[in-house]
C-alpha cells in the first residue's frame, strides 16, 4: 500500500501532521523529498479540506437538532 492510499485510513490528526511534514519539505528538503511532497499534498489537501467539511457540517446538523422549535404564534 503507497502512502497515497494510506490517506484515507489516517486519523484527523496524522493528516494534519502529514500536510504539516509536506508543506514543511516542499520547501526545505532536499529533492527528493521536495518531489514526494509535491506528489502528496494535492491528496492531503483534499482529504484535509473533506474532513473540515464534514465536521463542520456535523457540527451544524447537531447545533440545529439541539434548537428548541419557536411556539407557534398565537393568533
Do not use: C, F
Amino acid at each position: 500500500m503507497t502512502l497515497l492510499e494510506k490517506i484515507p485510513t489516517l486519523s484527523d490528526a496524522e493528516v494534519i501532521n502529514m500536510l504539516d511534514n509536506a508543506r514543511r519539505l516542499q520547501t526545505a528538503g532536499d529533492a527528493k523529498q521536495q518531489q514526494a511532497a509535491v506528489e502528496l499534498l494535492p491528496a492531503l489537501e483534499a482529504e484535509a479540506a473533506g474532513r473540515l467539511a464534514a465536521r463542520l457540517e456535523a457540527a451544524h446538523a447537531k447545533r440545529a437538532a439541539a434548537r428548541k422549535p419557536k411556539a407557534a404564534a398565537a393568533a
